[in-house]
């Protein structure tokens, strides 16, 4: 373990404009072992990363940084997917692209081959070595990342929220796996939750607003409290905003089910991903989705949702339409109000975070259509609701990765749709906001207008009123 | 621009191609030197009304939606990345699309037959698909089209619509298609993983129709072309409703002058002169690799206009006057590049290339490879964005000589203008993206072997051309920027400078045309 300490004295580090930590002064000495925590948007994953080297500093200094940090985070996630695509974006070329398999991604950090090996295959990743990255998974592209900071042979590893989006079994592995590693390299962790802090961690770090203003020793049990306090504030009483009547959806037959996928499968040339599954979606019958990273969960939302092409191969009828025998994917669409990491991902146009919210009202990403005075008022009220009042106009993508989801689960809920299909919505939450998310999510259920299709891995975050379960894999 | 890969798409992308055209290629040999031209056979005033044609379409005028092909059995020949995408989104909009394969890439599992099968498609031979269809769709490169044409044309029934994407086949090899089946062009703008990407963002792309006289035999061509367009979400970007001749000529011309031949000789020039100017060859490399990129980046969003005014005020007068000896220059070659496009002696030069194993294109393909700039490797220096407008100057002068010497010669030879700009300026930031990532190599790649080809007939006289006026070039407006100790300059003079360069035709109509996308692009 090394033996110098890192040391951060009035760091001031902008990052592109977007976000700005202040007088930054901390010290990690070996042998502590770091929890960032603090509320979406406060600036922990900006700390993070100023560790791995990120951001222009302004004023101050930061010294006795190893030369070799790995940081695992969803900015870097989205950076290395983002490439990916921006590589696909720019083929002119009139082929398909196929984008870079997972083997090379991996290679091109991996200085411990004996541990790829190992990890790739308890992480259950054998399988897909040869798949372009881009075409993975939520949850396995957050794998492939662990897994290149872990075989880079650190001497310092930041983890920005690592355990998020993995199931349950990957997750009980890699908690184990750090403790073990905490024994020989530092670490600081980033996490939304504080109930997943690792025995491990000696140390906490409390953010708020771009400046560190607590630190605590986790043996300090008094300061310990207040910062349990400090964090579980309470949400208030909340109101879902209405929807807008000027948009009112062609009606739908009350007596016909929502959704009707009779043995549905998915299948490519090298693997299939399910097989012969029937689902019948009635309305006001929330159901929960769950099975491990890879069993096929997005992918079955999206036969119902028209965004899986094989869709068209396969018996699905939704909101009254047989699928393949006319219908626009427009007219689908306009009953559904989705959430994902995916489509995170691809939410990458240069808008307000108003208008990202108004987007939900016609299922575009970005908004091509000049909206209402009524729109701009609804999702003022939304935004008032996730505590981001007055933030209308800044930009989407200056956003930190919590605050866009809040704003993508508003996008959503916008125009109180008879199917609601959330993916892991609270990925990248913070508890304060996760509480809020799940909240709102049960309120809706018992609107009676909308149907909720929710998937998740973590079983504390059940929601009262979701009955039906449905499990892949 | 025609967007199909020149290498890949011999190999790659249209898997049966190969075959058929290597046993075919002495047949082309002797039809070639028979071969009509389709623009050459109409009269004076048929020419100008043909090439005259091009209108920016209005939303309102697409309230039909997709009814026009509600229905009608879609097929699609050329599963590459325009036929894969188009098929996406035509099949999204409610539309029944499946794709034609040669039997050989079926029963081998091709790349093609992948694409199609594991997206959900229909696939089937030609024998199998092409006698029901209503409407064909040929997304393959354009050198292959005569032959899957007449492969084609037997097969399909009475009454059906043929769609290209370019009309090359049409109006230079003058291809005959039978007189009941309806010959429309609807051709997206834009590679086609974009044309994808945005149609699911809830957008499109700009997008050309087109619909052949000739061949309109029910007068429904226009309908069909319109459906197709709002069947890829193009009618929300923008649609010019232009004619094949217009299309041709204007693509033709655009390609291989300011698109790819300013930019190859532009690249070579800028290079060799800086390492004369003893400027680190890396520096050279990465100025000019990523400098293309850069500098159109401005002009896509806001003109010439915006791009000289990224300038300082010195530095803008000194790009106004090189681009200014250039134009006086350049302009006989222009002149003779649109000569020779009009003519059809383009044509027949390239046709015989074809027929002598594409000798000159691969030959010059070779030459371009062993250029000492794309032998030298970009440096790893940091290039800030403006840097590369500072010093750059005599790039920025390039491109507006280019832009404005392709519009004022397509304009003067009847185009209108809407093409020109199209053709022009609109498309100049789509290539120097290509040369951002591979040089020269993957522009050449990239691009259609007919603008390949055009390109390097440009690059081969102009660079000699320009050889007296490089001499004058020093380091100050390429590699170095201006000493600008004292960045002064005469008001009268910068003021006569400003309007020049506001007033230019290009600048009017592409501020009314980029006004038109705006409006109808995101509501930022």
Request: hydrophobic letters at 40%.
């Amino acid at each position: 373990m090394s033996e110098t300490q890192i040391k951060l004295e009035d760091l001031s580090v902008d990052f592109d404009g977007r976000f700005r930590l202040d007088d930054i002064t901390w010290a990690i000495t070996p042998g502590q072992q770091w929890l960032i925590a603090g509320a979406n948007g406060s600036g922990k994953s900006a700390l993070a990363a100023v560790l791995a080297g990120e951001g222009d500093h302004i004023s101050g200094t930061l010294v006795g940084l190893p030369g070799n940090v790995a940081l695992v985070s969803y900015e870097r996630q989205a950076e290395l997917i983002a490439a990916e695509l921006r590589k696909d974006d720019a083929d002119i070329l009139d082929v398909i692209s196929e984008g870079t398999p997972v083997s090379e991604i991996i290679a091109e950090v991996c200085l411990d081959d004996a541990l790829a090996q190992e990890l790739v295959a308890t992480l259950g990743l054998k399988p897909l070595t040869d798949r372009a990255f881009r075409k993975l998974s939520t949850g396995e592209t957050r794998k492939v990342m662990l897994i290149r900071a872990l075989t880079s042979r650190p001497e310092l590893l930041v983890l920005d929220e690592p355990f998020d989006g993995l199931d349950h079994d990957s997750l009980e592995w890699l908690q184990g796996h750090l403790a073990a590693l905490a024994e020989t390299v530092p670490m600081v962790l980033v996490l939304n939750r504080f109930d997943e802090c690792p025995d491990f961690i000696t140390h906490i770090a409390y953010v708020d607003g771009g400046q560190l203003l607590h630190q605590v020793d986790r043996s300090d049990e008094q300061s310990l409290a207040e910062l349990h306090q400090l964090i579980h504030l309470k949400t208030s009483e909340l109101d879902v905003p209405a929807a807008d009547p000027a948009m009112a959806l062609p009606s739908l037959n009350p007596d016909e089910p929502l959704v009707q996928l009779s043995k549905a499968t998915v299948r490519y040339t090298d693997n299939t991903v399910f097989e012969n599954l029937d689902w019948t979606i009635d309305a006001n019958e929330h159901w929960q989705v769950s099975g491990p990273n890879g069993s096929g969960k997005t992918c079955l939302l999206s036969l119902i949702t028209g965004d899986h092409p094989q869709c068209y191969v396969n018996d699905i009828r939704v909101f009254g339409f047989q699928r393949g025998t006319g219908e626009s994917i427009w007219q689908i669409k306009q009953y559904i109000g989705y959430v994902s990491t995916a489509l995170q991902w691809e939410y990458r146009v240069g808008t307000s975070l108003r208008n990202v919210i108004i987007s939900g009202f016609y299922d575009s990403i970005g908004l091509y259509t000049k909206s209402t005075d009524t729109q701009k008022a609804i999702a003022d009220d939304w935004l008032h609701v996730l505590g981001m009042a007055g933030r209308s106009d800044e930009p989407f993508t200056g956003l930190s990765f919590g605050e866009q989801r809040l704003a993508l689960i508003a996008r959503a809920m916008v125009k109180h749709p008879p199917l609601l299909i959330l993916d892991e919505p609270c990925l990248g939450l913070d508890d304060m906001n996760r509480q809020l998310v799940l909240a709102l999510i049960e309120r809706i259920c018992r609107s009676g207008n909308t149907t909720v299709l929710y998937v998740n891995h973590r079983l504390e975050d059940a929601i009262p009123g979701i009955e039906n379960h449905l499990a892949l894999g | 621009m025609q967007y199909g890969g020149a290498m890949t798409s011999c190999c790659r992308m249209w898997d049966t191609v190969l075959q058929i055209s290597q046993f075919t290629k002495r047949v082309d040999v002797g039809s070639v030197a028979a071969m009509a031209n389709y623009f050459n056979s109409l009269s004076l005033r048929e020419q100008l009304a043909e090439l005259g044609k091009c209108r920016f379409m209005h939303l309102d005028e697409f309230t039909e939606g997709v009814d026009a092909l509600m229905g009608k059995k879609i097929v699609v020949i050329g599963c590459g990345a325009q036929g894969l995408n188009q098929g996406l989104n035509l099949r999204d909009s409610g539309l029944d699309v499946s794709y034609a394969l040669r039997e050989a890439a079926i029963a081998e599992q091709r790349q093609s037959w992948k694409n199609a099968t594991e997206n959900g498609f229909t696939v089937g031979t030609y024998e199998e698909l092409l006698p029901t269809a209503d409407v064909v769709l040929n997304l393959t490169p354009d050198k292959q089209h005569t032959n899957v044409v007449n492969t084609i044309m037997p097969m399909m029934k009475q009454g059906a619509t043929l769609s290209y994407s370019h009309g090359f086949n049409i109006v230079e090899e003058a291809m005959a298609v039978r007189d009941d089946i309806t010959v429309i062009m609807v051709a997206p703008k834009c590679p086609g993983s974009e044309v994808r990407a945005e149609y699911v963002r809830g957008f499109g792309v700009p997008t050309l129709i087109a619909v052949h006289e000739d061949n309109d035999p029910n007068g429904e061509g226009l309908a069909l072309a319109k459906a197709y367009a709002v069947g890829t979400g193009g009618h929300k970007a923008g649609v010019l409703m232009s004619s094949f001749v217009a299309e041709v000529k204007s693509d033709l011309m655009g390609e291989q002058t300011i698109l790819c031949g300013m930019l190859q000789t532009g690249s070579l020039l800028c290079f060799d002169k800086m390492i004369d100017e003893g400027i680190d060859p890396g520096y050279a490399s990465k100025l000019i690799q990523y400098g293309w990129e850069t500098v159109t980046e401005a002009l896509k969003y806001g003109g010439v206009t915006n791009m000289m005014d990224r300038l300082s005020n010195p530095a803008k007068i000194r790009a106004f006057d090189l681009a200014e000896e250039m134009k006086d220059i350049m302009r006989p070659l222009y002149q003779k590049h649109q000569d020779d496009i009009m003519t059809g002696a383009f044509s027949s030069g390239m046709m015989d290339d074809w027929a002598n194993d594409d000798a000159k294109l691969l030959g010059w393909r070779a030459d371009t490879a062993e250029t000492a700039f794309e032998k030298t490797e970009a440096g790893d220096m940091e290039i800030s964005e403006q840097e590369y407008f500072d010093n750059g100057i005599l790039m920025v002068a390039m491109v507006k000589a280019g832009v404005e010497l392709a519009f004022e010669t397509m304009t003067a030879a009847g185009i209108v203008a809407d093409s020109a700009y199209y053709e022009s300026l609109h498309e100049t930031p789509l290539i120097a993206n290509t040369i951002a990532r591979k040089k020269l190599y993957e522009m050449n790649a990239t691009i259609s072997d007919t603008a390949e080809y055009g390109c390097y007939l440009y690059n081969h006289a102009c660079v000699p051309l320009l050889a007296d006026f490089m001499t004058g070039i020093t380091s100050d407006v390429i590699g170095k920027g201006l000493d600008l100790s004292d960045a002064g300059v005469d008001n009268a003079r910068l003021i006569e400078v400003n309007a020049a360069i506001r007033s230019h035709p290009v600048e009017e109509i592409g501020a009314v045309l980029r006004g038109h996308m705006a409006d109808m692009k995101r509501i930022v």
